[in-house]
């Protein structure tokens, strides 16, 4: 699929932040996502945070998976570093980036497929290793480019497009990081970018893991009855004379959040999914109140969101590895290699 180019014409008044940048700067390709797809709410505030920190573009490395969810950072920073990996291996090529060049702002743009099904065991060790990045996960609950099936963050009961209902218990990638020991840990909704951007703010400027959960409706996919993911998909205006699929034209669902107050959010097809942001009181340092509150919300239909934990003494890969405070990519080839005989040397040293 050819992608395509944004306009470069711009208004000669729009705002600039400290570097003389404006949000335009942080922008990409035009998104190829369907109409009214989550994904592209949530780009719109990756791109609002990084121009707000002042964050040059060029100094920030942007890595994803396989899935819509990777996808998207071609629609942002198009001047920054970028790895698009395979399926499930983003976390290892985050972690050995990093390890190379601690110096630059790490950005992983994951799914609940590519983070929680067959990424799983990377997703989990790089919150162990505490690689000092933003972890964005989009969660919709489906495989979107492979025409909705259930993905590991399912809830049980949900009904599938083609009918079929979901059994299996969903994996909580919040509750999951809580157990794991992730030192930054916090969900939100992508239709609420008065509570999304801070809070990736927050996780850029985290010494650590931040790993930010996100529900991102589905438009096209996860459109059944009863969903707590999803817009409505609808096949009323379809002549199927062969198989395809109709995705209406929708807008995108934007929300506003009160502190500790319930929020009911009406999907297209008529589901409800109700929020609940923290309250003023709540206290994001203490893992074991966090996990309880997500659980108590859990048993009342209820999604938790906001900052859901902070380590603030938090220690990241290279504290932890005791590394060389030059990154590797800027040491000298002869220090890196120093050659046979200093390692000759050495291995005699420990004999």
């Known amino acids: 699929m050819t992608q395509t180019a944004k306009p470069s014409v711009r208004h000669p008044g729009l705002k600039t932040n400290k570097l003389g940048l404006t949000q335009r700067d942080y922008e990409g390709t035009q998104s190829t996502l369907c109409a009214g797809c989550g994904h592209d709410s949530i780009t719109a505030a990756i791109v609002q945070a990084f121009f707000e920190l002042n964050i040059a573009p060029h100094r920030v490395a942007k890595l994803s998976g396989i899935g819509c969810s990777s996808k998207t950072p071609t629609y942002f920073l198009s001047e920054a570093h970028g790895f698009n990996s395979l399926h499930g291996r983003m976390p290892s090529i985050a972690t050995g980036a990093n390890a190379a060049n601690g110096k630059l702002a790490y950005i992983g743009v994951s799914g609940d497929g590519d983070s929680l099904s067959i990424g799983l065991g990377q997703f989990c060790h790089a919150m162990r290793r505490n690689v000092n990045m933003l972890y964005m996960l989009e969660n919709n609950g489906v495989y979107g480019l492979t025409k909705g099936q259930f993905s590991a963050s399912a809830d049980v009961g949900t009904k599938a497009k083609r009918g079929e209902e979901n059994q299996m218990p969903p994996i909580d990638p919040a509750s999951m990081a809580l157990t794991l ?69 929708l807008h995108e669902i934007q929300v506003e959040q009160d502190h500790g107050a319930s929020t009911a959010v009406t999907m297209h097809d008529g589901s409800v999914v109700r929020f609940r942001s923290v309250d003023e009181h709540y206290d994001p340092t203490d893992r074991d109140a966090a996990y309880a509150h997500l659980k108590k919300l859990q048993a009342q239909g209820e999604v938790a969101t906001g900052l859901l934990f902070i380590e603030p003494m938090s220690r990241d890969l290279h504290e932890l590895e005791n590394t060389v405070d030059e990154p590797l990519v800027e040491v000298p080839f002869e220090k890196l290699c120093p050659g046979s005989g200093v390692l000759a040397e050495l291995q005699s040293h420990w004999r």
């Open 181 to 249: 020991g992730a030192s930054f840990v916090a969900r939100s909704f992508s239709g609420d970018r008065k509570q999304l951007v801070p809070l990736i703010k927050a996780g850029l400027t985290h010494r650590g893991f931040a790993l930010v959960d996100i529900i991102s409706p589905c438009v096209t996919f996860n459109d059944h009855e009863g969903s707590t993911k999803s817009y409505a998909h609808t096949r009323e205006h379809g002549h199927e004379v062969v198989e395809t699929d109709f995705v209406p034209l």
